[in-house]
Each structure stands twice: as structure tokens, then as C-alpha cells.
């Protein structure tokens, strides 16, 4: 938007003097200076704010000498021209303002697009009512304006709420708000890490190489990031879930480091860094979701990768804190332990009604590849509730629930990373259900997805 505000104009006028003294020879000199918007010598503030320049005139009289005159002038945005008289000494000149002058200093002039010294913004324009007032002190929040205002995360141009960027402008679980003024899409996120290879269990000898990506559950965008870091050093990133600010979160640690396990981190999706939330907890987080009430459970094993049979143990993490504060507790169904292949297939998912979902699949080892389950899960009793078969030709690490049906979103990590779209209500198939092939390059040896219960299908 352009400034809608009239020229800074200065109509000065100097009244000659004579020079004092034996009084043989006077002088009188004329010269021209101006004012500009966005010049740094001269500053407005607000519909009625002040501007202030310094300005330094040369008078040379008939002798030849010179006497150099500095003057101060201040002007009021609200009057078209203002008179200013600047003196030194006994010297006196006429200036008349122009569209330019060569002034220096001043206060700060709002309006220029710069936050500069006692503004709180500056969105380049003079317009009250848009976020930042006239004054360049922020004002009401305009939610809908399509723009992203101070405080604003999104801006699809209206203030509806449960459209992905909510009456407050604050984009919404479930969504990615990709464009200003544009509408939200439904879209989650997925990790890969490359697999350390054997021996497992041990330290890997593939350094903490993983990406994300940001995908749209249409199938029609996809975003990777740079590789993921601590500090500017790679780690191994898993179990990210989503919160109700719609803010990844996730659990890292160092493969190089088995011992330490896994800690919370924050994740900045677009540029791949982590920022450490947690302790390290000594064992290593696999799967981990939030529900509507801000509980955020996770799965978790004593080791990163273990391609053995092992118990499934979920707990419950302070998402404050990012220590354990229940469990871990051994998962149960019909009173035996439940063994799954593999450490890392074993993600956490709520559905659309609050239910707690955990992939896993049968023991191993392969051939043939152990059948893939989605287990719902009693929290508070670590019990499995039901179980939902199929399909076998898939091992379902990530998975994420979307709208208010059966369906789910899940990553494979047989080889190719395909993200497909399951229906729980029936027995599951692959046929024609892929959403994205493989959509990060690494070879993955764990795999996860990011999103909510409020994801929509498209």
C-alpha cells in the first residue's frame, strides 16, 4: 500500500539584515532546499505527527569572505507549508522547499517502511485500521485483510474460523497456510531417516541423516527441507506429532550416541532445525501423538533399531517439560504382552472422537513380512481395545487419522517410502489408495507422520 499523505512542503522566508560593524558593505544570499518522504533528513509522525531537519546554508558576502548558517526547522504533517526562519550569527537567507533537500538527521518518520527508534512497526503506509496505525504503534489485529499483520501467523483474507487460519489469524491443526490472502489446504508432515544398517542396536555407522517434508492431503504439494540439525550438527529426528497451535514438535537424539536416547525438540518445518525442548531420557521415543486436551502420548524402546521381536511400551510425556510423567507401561492385549518386528514401526495416532491408535506389526522375522495392525488403545490401562488387520504387504510406520471416518494417512517403510491412504472400516488395501511415492529421498530406516484428528480428507 502507498502512502496517501501530502508532500512535506517548507515556505521559508528570511528578512535581510545588515551586517553590523562600520557598515560599508552588506549581503543578502538566496538558496533552496526541500523536504522528502522518504528522505532520512526529514521525519512525519502520524496524521499529526512532527517532523524535524537540520540544514546547513552558506552566505558569502561582497568581500569574499563566508559565514556558514545551521538552522532547525519542524513541521506539522497536517499543515501544507509552515514558515521557518534560520539564522547564525547576525546572517539571515530566504529558503524555499523543493520536492528534495540535503538535510541531515532528524527523528524517526513513520511511514517509511523502517522501525526505527520509538515506533513498535512501520508497514510503509500512513493508513490507521491495517495492524499498524498512522502513529507506527501497533493497533487492533485486522484479521482478513490479507495481510500478515504483527501477532498474525496466516491471513487467508477472511476472519472465519475452522478453515485452517482462525478468526484471530493463527493458522489451525490440520492445515498449511501456504500463501497470504489465499485459502488454507488440509496437510500434514513426514520425517525419514536413512537406516543405520546392521549390526542393529548399535552405534550407526549412518550419522543422523534425515529430512522432512510438508505435504498437502490432496496429493498436490510437497515441500522438503534441508536436513535436519542441532546447533548446525545433523540428528536423527522422530515420533513428530502436531499440538492444537498447530506447532511440530518431535523426539531427537544422536545414533551415534544409542545411550542418551531421545529428547522433545521443537521443529521449524521450512528450514529443518530443532530446538531442544527435554532432557534426554536414556530410551528412545518411536511414535508419539497430542489429543485435543493437549496429553501427548508416545511409544517408546529401549534402543533406536533392534530388528528383533520386541514389547511395545507407551508412556505419557509433560509436552513442557519433555519428561516422562507416566508409564512407560508394557501394551497389553488379551493379557499378553504386545511384540512387534522391529523397534521403529510402532507410531501413535488419535482419531476424530479422542481414540488412541498405535501401528505395529505382528512378530517376525520375514519372509514372509509380518502383517501390519492398527491397534486402538485404553491409555489409562495400556490395553489394547481393537485391532485392525491388513494390509500385508505394507509396514506402517507413520500414521495420522483424517476427518471424521476410518481413514488414515500411513507411511510404508518396505524399501520405497510411499505415504498411502488406508480405510480402517474395512479391510485395508494398497489398491489405488497411493497418496505420494516415496516423497524424501533418504533410505529410510524410520519413518513418521505429523497431523491432527481435525486433517480433512480432499
Known amino acids: 500500500m502507498s502512502p496517501l499523505r501530502a508532500p ?10 545588515a551586517l553590523a560593524g562600520c557598515g560599508d558593505d552588506s549581503s543578502s544570499t538566496s538558496d533552496t532546499t526541500g523536504a522528502s518522504e522518504s528522505g532520512g533528513t526529514s ?19 561582497t568581500t569574499g569572505g563566508s559565514a556558514t548558517a545551521t538552522g532547525t526547522s519542524s513541521s506539522s504533517s497536517t499543515s501544507a507549508a509552515e514558515t521557518t526562519t534560520a539564522t547564525s550569527g547576525t546572517t539571515a537567507s530566504t529558503a524555499t522547499t523543493a520536492a528534495t533537500d540535503t538535510t541531515t538527521g532528524g527523528a524517526s518518520e513513520c511511514g517509511n517502511g523502517i522501525v526505527e527508534a520509538g515506533e513498535e512497526c512501520d508497514d510503509g503506509n500512513l493508513i490507521d485500521g491495517d495492524g499498524c496505525e498512522a502513529t507506527c504503534q501497533i493497533g487492533d489485529l ?5 495481510v500478515l499483520d504483527p501477532g498474525e501467523t496466516c491471513d487467508d483474507g477472511n476472519s472465519d474460523p475452522d478453515d485452517g487460519c482462525s478468526a484471530a489469524c493463527v493458522s489451525e491443526c490440520g492445515y498449511l497456510c501456504l500463501e497470504l490472502g489465499k485459502a488454507c489446504v488440509s496437510g500434514f508432515h513426514a520425517v525419514q531417516c536413512a537406516s543405520p544398517g546392521p549390526p542393529f542396536g ?3 555407522p549412518v550419522g543422523n541423516t534425515c529430512q522432512l517434508a510438508t505435504l498437502s492431503v490432496d496429493g498436490q504439494y510437497i515441500a522438503l527441507s534441508p536436513g535436519i540439525t542441532i546447533d548446525g550438527q545433523p540428528r536423527h529426528l522422530d515420533a513428530m506429532y502436531t499440538d492444537p497451535s498447530n506447532a511440530v514438535f518431535g523426539f531427537a537424539g544422536n545414533t551415534e550416541d544409542i545411550a542418551s536416547g531421545s529428547h522433545l525438540v521443537a521443529v521449524d518445518t521450512a528450514t529443518g532445525e530443532l530446538t531442544s525442548v527435554g532432557p534426554d531420557l536414556k ?9 485435543d486436551d493437549g496429553e501427548l502420548w508416545v511409544t517408546v524402546f529401549d534402543t533406536y533399531e533392534r530388528n528383533q521381536n520386541t514389547q511395545v511400551r507407551i508412556a505419557q510425556v509433560n509436552p513442557v517439560s519433555g519428561e516422562i510423567i507416566k508409564g512407560p ?9 504386545v511384540m512387534v518386528w522391529s523397534t521403529h514401526v510402532s507410531d501413535v495416532a488419535f482419531r476424530y472422537d479422542g481414540a488412541m491408535f498405535i501401528s505395529a506389526n505382528e512378530p517376525g522375522p520375514p519372509p514372509p513380512e509380518p502383517l501390519s495392525r492398527y491397534l486402538e488403545v485404553d491409555r489409562a490401562t495400556a490395553k489394547v481395545l481393537s485391532a485392525v488387520d491388513g494390509p500385508n504387504d505394507i509396514y506402517a510406520a507413520g500414521i495420522v487419522f ?8 500411513a507411511m510404508d517403510i518396505r524399501g520405497e517410502d510411499d505415504i498411502f491412504i488406508l480405510d480402517l472400516s474395512m479391510p485395508p488395501t494398497l489398491n489405488q489408495s497411493l497418496l505420494y511415492p516415496d516423497p524424501i529421498p533418504t533410505n529410510s530406516g524410520t519413518a513418521d507422520l505429523a497431523g491432527c484428528s481435525k486433517l480433512e480428507p480432499q
Open 8 to 17: 512535506l512542503v517548507l515556505i521559508g522566508s528570511f528578512i535581510a539584515v
Open 43 to 61: 521525519s512525519t509522525s502520524g496524521a499529526s505527527g512532527s517532523a524535524s531537519a537540520t540544514s546547513t546554508d552558506t552566505t558569502t558576502d
Open 142 to 146: 485486522l484479521c482478513g485483510n490479507s
Open 202 to 204: 548399535q552405534a550407526s
Open 283 to 291: 530410551i528412545w521415543v518411536m511414535g508419539a501423538a497430542m489429543n
Open 329 to 337: 507401561t508394557v501394551l497389553t492385549e488379551n493379557g499378553e504382552p
Open 402 to 409: 483424517i476427518g471424521a471416518e476410518e481413514q488414515i494417512v
